[in-house]
T-cell receptor, first 109, second 113 residues
Framework: KNEVEQSPQNLTAQEGEFITINCSYS?????LHWLQQHPGGGIVSLFM???GKKKHGRLIATINIQEKHSSLHITASHPRDSAVYIC???????????FGTGTRLTIIP | DAGITQSPRHKVTETGTPVTLRCHQT?????MYWYRQDPGHGLRLIHY???????DKGEVSDGYSVSRSKTEDFLLTLESATSSQTSVYFC????????????FGPGTRLTVL
């Protein structure tokens, strides 16, 4: 069973700061997903990556397959980035995801 | 949003009563999932389906059953609700061929008193 750990569990920062959220997993995967959940809201997919780096606007996701580690970065953070960020891994050979417990990010104006 | 709806969106019920939650999709995806989300646990898989009448258990399936008689509908039933089943329930679909990228419904908040 793949163990997925996220850090930190909670993160509070000032508007404009550079944010990093980390995810590590124990068993090789076919892909890793980053998801976002706003308070009281639904869950949306931000990134799916199996190697290298992806960028959408102010969000950047990287993955190191050898180290079994991924990071989600937010540049020039804004209060609307306040949300729970969830890492999930897709395991080889089955159609199920394993989820981390999430990182609660709060950006203070 | 991949055309996923859940009903009801909120429900309050009493211990011992049966409850059925419905997930409906409009895009004909084969794989559908039911998760529960609780503080400190993240998303946990209850049951999933890989086709009409084809379902399998997830990691927290005790006390839950599912049915899928049509591609578009996946039902989750709590046969006799307990307070430990108070949670937010999410349905998801998997766009196959894309590394298990899943799209989630809006969630159902269930309170068992």
């Amino acid at each position: 069973k793949n163990e997925v750990e996220q850090s930190p569990q909670n993160l509070t920062a000032q508007e404009g700061e550079f944010i990093t959220i980390n995810c590590s997993y124990s068993v090789g995967i076919s892909a890793l997903h980053w998801l976002q959940q706003h308070p009281g809201g639904g869950i949306v997919s931000l990134f799916m990556l199996s190697s290298g780096k992806k960028k959408h606007g102010r969000l950047i996701a990287t993955i190191n397959i050898q180290e079994k580690h991924s990071s989600l970065h937010i540049t020039a953070s804004h209060p609307r980035d306040s949300a729970v960020y969830i890492c999930a891994v897709a395991n080889f050979g089955n159609e199920k995801l394993t989820f981390g417990t999430g990182t609660r990010l709060t950006i203070i104006p | 949003d991949a055309g996923i709806t859940q009903s009801p969106r909120h429900k309050v019920t009493e211990t011992g009563t049966p409850v059925t939650l419905r997930c409906h999709q409009t895009e004909n995806h084969r794989y559908m999932y039911w998760y529960r989300q609780d503080p400190g646990h993240g998303l946990r898989l209850i049951h999933y389906s890989y086709g009409v009448k084809d379902t399998d258990k997830g990691e927290v399936s005790d006390g839950y059953s599912v049915s899928r008689s049509k591609t578009e509908d996946f039902l989750l039933t709590l046969e006799s609700a307990t307070s430990s089943q108070t949670s937010v329930y999410f349905c998801a679909i998997n766009r196959q061929g894309q590394h298990n990228e899943q799209f989630f419904g809006p969630g159902t908040r269930l309170t068992v008193l």
